[in-house]
């Protein structure tokens, strides 16, 4: 046992002694008062731990005096470094430290000038030596417990890597007090050797939990921040779909650029230097940071010595369609000096900004032409109403002879002109209609009605546009199919895809009109023998302006607004327009409407 026990207690006072080089070796790398005082509050530890060899390697009793008492010094130092530590993350008051830096000093006198009146050092210790060592151990145990407490505190609050850290931080403290404790609360426990060696893995077990917290390895942070990775993966989704602005864009993205490495402050600066969103910067010292971004592909930490509170800044360029941006991620608190790991987190995050801010760009850019083609049919179907309103009523008294006699030669080509007038009158009705479903103004008037009726006035409205090459036929079913419609939409529905079918059947031939039931649905087919459609065709069939242009149809009319108001206004109704087409031989149209139940 005793063997087991001293080969665990030096290499419990290695590991320690290590612990404390490594945490120098990273304050020697960025010489930043935070991870000097923890270098000094771990290193003074192992240096404890190795002191109590020396104790126990056979030295002179005045070679033992003086090493404990300096490694009482450095042992109480281990609790104020410790302390300070914290104050460099959270503010320590100053009536604080005082109290803290007094009880230590006060403490420490104490201890070493009872030893020094102390009967030889291998002799019991009396009642007063214990309360004094109880006393030492309780002010160190204080200083050490207020860290542990704020820091579990805190880290709720904290990126998933930066709370870890803090809780590891606060377990492998909070294991070396609770085994000072034990060890003053039952000394005669603490001389067996069975004791001593659980309290040595106790130890042994805080040495990884203290490692983690200041030098932890990347596979370490990556398991940290596994629970993190669906969350983020949503964030991005969403800031690539659902972003409805390049303002609010960037304030989104700045909430996961802060959260990904716990910064303080972070900027996303547009192509022209400008903030498009920033949350803690302060915009002169931004500036200064955006010099020469482009030389930098790949983005660059940037030491702020020159700042009240130094620590480093992440500086990522933001390659834009309109120029480079950059996106600015100043460190916090517990983050004041960042790596590899967070500036290469942030790089892959940063092409997701870069994309979602060119994607919104993009987004606002087709809206201003969607607004400007709505208006485009606003201006010019209100404008070309009143004219052809009053070119079709003069035609109209042409032909009625009201004003006066028609000669022949007029006569003849009175019916076309009132063809063409009546065409260019359905086209600004349904640049109306258009403009007002795209505002969201078009309004249905439902009544009970039986769709054979609507055909047929269809037919009839439609039949003067056909010449003696087109056969109209309009197929009924026997029984009433009746549904619940505005009559005047579902009239320009079956109106347009008759028109279509005479306009795309330039040779002529058979199209047919056919209202049948089928199941709880009502069905108008419309079918002509035309040109057809190729299957690469029907995605722009259906669209707004949406034209198929090809040989057979380049001398064929229309705005390309037909088909796409006409489903708008079927889908309106609770049904759809579909089409069944084969390329040179003709298409079938199907308006399909829920029936009156």
Known sequence: MNALLSVT??????????????????????????????????????????????????????????????EVA????????????RGTFIPLGRRTHVAALVAII??????????????????????????????????????????????????????????????????????????????VASPALGRTPGA???????????????????????????????????????????????????????????????????????????????????????????????????QDPNGRIVKLADSEKPGSAIILPLPLDAGTGALVVIGGPFTPYFGGDELQRLNGYATAITAALDRAILTERIAALERTKTEFLNLASHELRGPITLIRGYLSMLSGGSLGPVSPELNRVLPALSIKANEMNSLIEQMIEAARLEEGRLELHPVDTDLRDLAQKAVDVIQPLADANHDIKVETSSEEVRATVDP????????????????????????????????????????????????????????????????????????????YLSRQLARMHGGDVTVMSIPGEGSTFSFAVPLTR
């Open 9 to 70: 207690q030096l290499i419990v006072s290695l590991l320690f002694f290590l612990l404390g080089i490594i945490a120098f070796r990273d304050w020697l790398r960025d010489r930043e008062p935070s991870r000097g005082w923890l270098a000094i509050a771990i290193g003074a530890l192992g240096i404890v731990s190795l002191a109590g060899r020396i104790q126990s390697g056979g030295a002179s009793t005045a070679s033992l005096e003086i090493v404990s008492d300096i």
């Open 196 to 294: 001593q060696l659980v309290t040595q893995l106790v130890v042994l077990v805080a040495l990884p939990f203290l490692y983690a917290s200041f030098s932890p390895p990347v596979w370490l942070r990556r398991t940290w921040r596994e629970r993190e990775e669906e969350a983020f993966r949503l964030a991005v989704r969403d800031l690539l779909l659902f972003s409805p602005s390049r303002q609010i864009l960037a304030e989104r993205a700045l909430e996961w650029a802060l959260r990904l490495v716990g910064a303080d402050a972070a900027l996303i600066a547009d192509s022209d230097g400008s903030a498009l969103a920033a949350h803690g910067v302060w915009p002169g010292r931004v500036k200064s940071l955006l010099n020469d971004i482009e």
């Open 106 to 183: 006060g403490t420490s006198l104490i201890y070493v000038a009872s030893r020094v009146a102390a009967t030889p050092l291998t002799s019991t210790p009396n009642l007063l030596e214990q309360s004094i060592t109880v006393a030492l151990v309780g002010v160190w145990a204080a200083c050490v417990m207020d860290p542990i407490v704020r820091f579990l505190w805190a880290s709720r609050y904290l990126p998933a890597v930066q709370r870890q850290r803090l809780r590891s931080m606060a377990i492998g403290f909070g294991l070396l007090v609770l085994v000072l404790l034990t060890a």
């Open 488 to 563: 005047e939409r579902v009239g320009t529905i079956i109106g347009n895809l008759l028109s279509n079918a005479i306009k795309y059947s330039p040779s002529g031939g058979a199209v047919r009109c056919k209202v049948v039931r089928r199941g709880e649905m009502g069905i108008v087919e419309v079918t002509d023998e035309g040109v057809g459609i190729a299957p690469e065709e029907m995605d722009t069939l259906f669209t707004r302006f949406g034209r198929i242009t090809n040989r057979e149809t380049r001398h064929i009319g229309g705005t390309g607004l037909g088909l």
């Open 74 to 85: 450095i042992f109480m130092a281990s609790a104020y470094a410790l302390l300070r530590f």
